[in-house]
């Protein structure tokens, strides 16, 4: 007997939440059974909507229903009050799908400037563009690199390598200062490359020279 008055009950609010959302809708039942297709007649949807019938649709069209109708099976079933599906956010990464990545101070897009040092601050960056390795980022001072599109307030991303391709644009530590540059290698000496013309390349000896990492990407800073 109580499972019975339950599913009287269940039946009477799907009937209930059935109708409501084909009238917010703002269709007929007849308008509602063409959009479901083959097989589904207006005195089927009546039915559907009467809470004394015990006819309910198969799972696949309560499925389809729901969709059509812009709700959830859940809120049709009575398992919810909540009305519409959660709507995806564009641009919105899962947390999980992120990665903090240390800033560790600053490095010259211009003159070098002190070492970087340790710091606290971290940016979340989508895991899935940064490569698996160590990576760390340094925010940009100075306007060396701008034909590169590295502008002074960037954030330059590097992934961690004692050892970087001929032309590749690198953090670069000299003695005990540190700059992003293309470095460019000859037999007897490095050539730190700016990419702007009013800075001039500079040239160390290769053991002068230590690099920190490869450039991976920038994250942009417009003030």
């Known amino acids: 007997m109580l499972y019975a008055d339950?599913?009287?009950?269940?039946?009477?609010?799907?009937a209930q939440r059935l109708k409501l959302a084909r009238q917010r809708k703002d269709l007929?039942?007849?308008?509602?059974?063409?959009?479901?297709?083959?097989?589904?007649t207006r005195s089927g949807v009546a039915k559907w909507e009467i809470d004394t019938e015990s006819a309910e649709p198969e799972y696949e069209t309560?499925?389809?229903?729901?969709?059509?109708?812009?709700?959830?099976?859940?809120?049709?079933?009575?398992?919810t009050e909540r009305m519409e599906p959660e709507r995806q956010i564009a641009n919105l990464i899962p947390v999980e799908a992120m990665r903090q990545v240390p800033v560790m101070g600053t490095i010259a897009a211009g003159h070098p400037?002190?070492?970087?040092?340790?710091?606290?601050?971290?940016?979340?960056?989508?895991?899935?563009?940064?490569?698996?390795?160590?990576?760390?980022?340094?925010?940009?001072?100075?306007?060396?690199?701008?034909e590169e599109q590295i502008y002074d307030g960037d954030l330059a991303v590097i992934e961690q390598m004692p050892v970087v391709p001929d032309k590749t644009i690198a953090a670069v530590l000299v003695e005990d200062e540190a700059t992003l540059?293309?470095?460019?290698?000859?037999?007897?000496?490095?050539?730190?490359m700016?990419?702007?013309?009013?800075?001039?390349?500079?040239?160390?000896?290769?053991?002068?020279?230590?690099?920190?990492?490869?450039?991976?990407?920038?994250v942009q800073h417009r003030g």
Do not use: C, W
Request: glycine share 6%; charged share 20%; net charge neutral.
């Open 28 to 40: 007929s039942q007849s308008q509602l059974a063409v959009q479901l297709g083959t097989g589904i």
């Open 194 to 218: 700016p990419a702007n013309p009013a800075y001039r390349p500079m040239m160390y000896r290769p053991d002068e020279v230590h690099i920190l990492g490869k450039l991976r990407m920038v």
């Open 62 to 79: 309560l499925v389809q229903l729901a969709d059509f109708l812009g709700v959830t099976v859940n809120y049709l079933l009575g398992l």
């Open 6 to 14: 339950a599913r009287r009950a269940r039946k009477a609010l799907f």
């Open 113 to 146: 400037v002190l070492a970087v040092e340790e710091s606290d601050e971290t940016i979340a960056l989508p895991a899935d563009v940064l490569p698996s390795g160590d990576v760390f980022a340094l925010r940009v001072r100075g306007d060396s690199m701008i």
């Open 181 to 192: 540059k293309t470095v460019r290698f000859f037999d007897d000496h490095v050539v730190l």
